[in-house]
């Protein structure tokens, strides 16, 4: 952080460049409303009236608050939703792409209803957390069947939607609508903490409760949705978890964290369980590649590591992968090529996956002219990744590989309708 810099006279002599989430901001004197040298102001153990927390948010938003994010122009129910599911757990500057290429596919709730999940899954490949994207297409499907396409403004119907909790609910709403519905994601969590100093980790049940509780109280009768992503900002860009910038905060002469010295210690982590080894396992992908340049996957369960994506043939060891080899491409093992090992982290474990290449392997009756994705019953799909009109969802190692292979990038071009 670069700090104000002053004359011996305490006057304003240069800005400031803050840099938070690659965002540069030029700051003025006024730019955060907060005190200067000259204010001669001590903060205080007295946190501010929840009354008073809009109005002050909603000055600081107008003022230096986020205002030209994609979802926040042309802004509707349905777009605040997508948004609202893809930064879950995803920060702003990943999705911003990844928004505008889902909503030149499916710029309405019932383009999305209709679109095949496939589809779907490969606009959000590389995003993960795939359970997101099928949750969207169900509730997109439940919404054109329940209310006509139109995006539901009751709280309770919108709560009910799958991939939808409380927080994400009332996020919709107040952004969307203007109505009065308290949020608390991660980043609330951390202001209503620390301003108000609320001791234990926001896990614990008695905590949330009291967070919510601040959470109804701070939330303003109007201006809802400038304060609603006035709070948001605040914690993504300013109280962030390490190293908050409590100088350039609106509330800093009212948060009791800060007046206490304690806005390292709080939000309190969660209690750290005894130390493990990290679990790893092992895995071999059987990568059947044809003459015409089509790749062999498979539909992975809908439950489990990257449900309902297509994925090369996976086995827990090279003797099942050459097996199966033998027995459908009538090949020895000796035509399995062994490429380089991958390498990927999961939340709780690490995989390390051995991709075996098999070369010209005859796929369907090559006397019939066949399209470039030929599926199979066996739930298995012959997949060219050249042709841009089919489109499967991948996991990222998946994608990567095939990229790799074929000398093909499967994001959309510039001059492609999906960005």
Not at 87 to 106: K, N, S
Not at 141 to 162: K, M, N, Y
Not at 188 to 198: D, E, P, S, T, Y
Not at 214 to 229: F, G, N, S
């Amino acid at each position: 952080m670069v700090w104000r810099t002053f004359s011996s006279e305490g006057a304003w002599i240069a800005p400031i460049v803050l840099r938070r989430e690659s965002i540069v901001q030029f700051l003025t004197p006024d730019t955060y409303n907060v005190p200067t040298m000259t204010d001669q102001v001590t903060p205080t153990e007295v946190p501010i009236d929840p009354a008073q927390m809009g109005p002050v948010l909603v000055t600081w938003q107008r003022r230096s608050g986020r205002q030209d994010l994609p979802w926040q122009r042309d802004r509707s129910a349905y777009r605040v939703w997508v948004s609202e599911i893809m930064l879950q757990q995803t920060q702003v500057a990943t999705v911003i792409g990844y928004f505008e290429r889902f909503m030149a596919r499916f710029p309405t709730v019932s383009a999305l209803a209709t679109a095949p999940i496939d589809e779907v899954l490969h606009l959000w490949t590389g995003l993960g957390y795939y359970a997101r994207a099928r949750n969207l297409h169900r509730a997109a499907q439940h919404i054109a069947g329940h209310f006509g396409g139109e995006f539901p403004h009751r709280f309770d119907d919108v709560a009910a939607l799958p991939g939808i909790g409380r927080s994400t609910a009332g996020a919709i709403l107040a952004l969307a609508f203007d109505e009065r519905q308290p949020i608390l994601d991660g980043n609330v969590k951390r202001v209503l903490g620390r301003v108000f100093a609320i001791e234990g980790n926001a896990s614990q049940r008695s905590v949330e409760q009291r967070l919510w509780t601040l959470a109804e109280a701070c939330t303003p009768a109007q201006d809802v949705a400038t304060y609603t992503q006035a709070i948001m900002d605040l914690g993504a860009t300013v109280c962030s978890r390490r190293n908050p910038a409590c100088a350039l905060c609106p509330l800093t002469t009212q948060c009791v964290a800060r007046a206490t010295g304690r806005q390292h210690e709080i939000p309190a982590p969660k209690p750290r369980a005894t130390r493990k080894v990290r679990p790893s396992r092992v895995c071999w992908w059987l990568l059947p590649i044809d003459t015409e340049g089509r790749v062999l996957l498979e539909r992975r369960p809908e439950r489990g590591i990257w449900g309902g994506l297509w994925c090369p043939m996976q086995f827990d060891t090279p003797t099942a992968a050459e097996s199966y080899a033998r027995q459908r491409f009538a090949v020895k093992p000796a035509a399995l090529e062994a490429l380089g090992t991958i390498d990927h982290a999961f939340t709780h474990f690490d995989l390390t996956i051995t991709p075996l290449l098999l070369r010209d392997a005859p796929s369907v009756d090559t006397s019939v002219a066949m399209p470039d994705a030929v599926m199979e019953p066996s739930g298995h799909l012959w997949y060219n990744p050249r042709d841009g009109a089919i489109r499967v969802g991948l996991p990222a190692p998946a994608k990567q590989l095939l990229d790799d292979l074929l000398g093909q990038t499967f994001e959309p071009s510039r001059n492609s309708p999906y960005g």
